[in-house]
């Protein structure tokens, strides 16, 4: 079955300091992974989109790794600030030839960043 | 670029009544279009696929007789929740996905209703 976990379910952390929010898969076959971060009543924003044979991806202050042998991925903030208190969704998207293109949604880590 | 919108962001309705949710895609041709809902503190899911001419796909245990989905064009999918009830009460969520070599759903800022 195809599965995407976060962890952790949630964060607090200081502004400034940095974290890092883990994502397991068992997604197969794999196409793409996806960080998004959605803000409390707002839809989803893309952060990275990494494909199976790239092992990390930069987006500012936010970096995404990936290994596709463990099928695990991570989200880098560096420096935190106040705007980051969000929550962050994995996104993995199966390869197919039928052109669903559906996404396979984690729960989500929710990030708050106190100043 | 890739934008999409959603209207109304808030509605409020009567138990009973029908309630219409727009989604466009502003800048691009959206040959795909995805219709989410999602409770609080909870992740998106997925409630149907809509192809832009064709009847949607509705995923497992979503009544596709009470969430009517209409993709009558390249830019706009409609959902009605027809009959609404206060467990219809949700956060909705549309996202499109373009012509071949957008390999991206762009997703709306999601529209709040609230059922009474």
């Known amino acids: 079955k195809n599965q995407v976990e976060q962890s952790p379910q949630s964060l607090i952390i200081l502004e400034g300091k940095n974290c890092t929010l883990q994502?397991?898969?068992?997604?197969?076959?794999?196409?793409?992974l996806r960080w998004y971060k959605q803000d409390t009543g707002r839809g989803p924003v893309s952060l990275t989109i990494?494909?199976?044979?790239?092992n990390t991806k930069s987006n500012g202050r936010y970096t995404a790794t990936l290994d596709a042998d463990t099928k695990q991925s991570s989200l880098h903030i560096t420096a935190s600030q106040l705007s980051d208190s969000a929550s962050y969704i994995c996104?993995?998207?199966?390869?197919?030839?039928?052109?669903?293109?559906?996404?396979?949604f984690g729960t989500g880590t929710r990030l708050k960043v106190l100043a | 670029g890739a934008v999409v919108s959603q209207h109304p962001s808030r509605v409020i309705c009567k138990s009973g009544t029908s309630v219409k949710i727009e989604c466009r895609s502003l800048?691009?041709?959206?040959?795909?279009m995805f219709w989410y809902r999602q409770f609080p503190k909870q992740s998106l899911m997925l409630m149907a696929t809509?192809?832009?001419?064709?009847?949607?796909?509705?995923e497992q245990g979503v009544e596709k007789d009470k969430f009517l989905i209409n993709h009558a064009s390249l830019t706009l999918s409609t959902l009605t929740v027809t009959s609404a009830h206060p467990e219809d009460s949700s956060f909705y969520i549309c996202?499109?996905?373009?012509?071949?070599?957008?390999?991206?759903?762009?997703f709306g800022p999601g529209t709040r209703l609230t059922v009474l």
């Open positions: 996202s499109a996905r373009g012509l071949a070599g957008m390999n991206e759903q762009f």
């Open positions: 994502c397991n898969y068992t997604v197969s076959p794999f196409s793409n």
């Open positions: 990494m494909t199976f044979s790239e």
């Open positions: 996104v993995a998207e199966p390869s197919t030839t039928s052109g669903t293109y559906k996404y396979i």
């Open positions: 800048d691009f041709q959206a040959t795909t």
């Open positions: 809509s192809n832009e001419g064709s009847k949607a796909t509705y």
